[in-house]
């Protein structure tokens, strides 16, 4: 599949769609062996940082890597367990990022806030992205630079044919007049982040773990996600690929966009912000 039409130039808006066709199987195969494992039960180990790694984790790799090999053997693939066993590959200007159970301590607490996110980076920005809930039975995927669309999506039903899943897109929300829905993340939260929350006229904050906070900003559930922490590239690229077709950003303390393919950094994000809709006075975070 050297030749795929998803992987020939500048992913044009029937290439977006037929990547989210031919990455499906895979999504619904990592999202089905998680549940299977979450059910079975499980072994947590740790990584050499420290964080916390269940078979769960590499089970959805190994599904992943599989079929993005077939797909586009010639794009280089940086996978956040491969990537914890040194396995970095030297990247071009388009790669995949991959993270096959964001979330994973939620997963361990046998939460709902665990996600499969597939991203496809182009000159360092966040063409392509696909996002599973397996537990939520959601997915969320980008159809277009300027769409992004949402359907229920049940891993532990059989693989339905595309033209079957029931898809409706998704778009931000204007800020409403009484006050900014903030969403921040259930395991990781900062005093930086409340004091930043503090400047802002929120009127209700919600916890959520994973990619799911960028889904709910997509989705025009909440305004802003602030994250002043360490992340990875893998932890927001499909996120942050579907919030900006569905008419959001994500800009760093600074106001710029996030970037991608940090590799001098070693993928690491700096701090961000992501908004439903651009700040107003221009991308200033």
Partial sequence: MRDHPAMTGKTSRTEMTGLARALIRAVHAAGSVQLAVLRGGFKVRAKADASPVTEADTAAENIILEDLHKIAPD???????????????????????????????????????????????????????????????????????DLALHAVFDPDAPLPGWEDIPFAPITTAPAPADGLRAVASKSHMTAQTEDFLKELPVK??????????????????????????PTMEWDTAAGDAILRAAGGITLTTGGEPLIYGKAPQGYRNPSFIAWARPPAGGEKG
């Fill in 75 to 145: 794009i280089p693939i940086i996978a956040e367990e491969a990537a914890s066993r040194g396995e970095m590959p030297t990247i071009c200007r388009r790669f995949f990022l991959v993270d096959p159970l964001d979330g994973t301590r939620e997963f361990i607490r046998e939460g709902t806030d665990f996600t499969v996110n597939i991203a496809l980076v182009e000159d360092g920005a966040p063409v392509f992205g696909i996002i599973l809930a397996p537990a939520r039975k959601e997915l969320w995927l980008t159809a277009a630079a």
């Fill in 204 to 229: 209700s904050l919600l916890s959520a773990g994973s990619s799911l906070k960028f889904c709910l900003l997509a989705q025009g559930l909440a305004d802003v996600y602030p994250r002043f922490g």
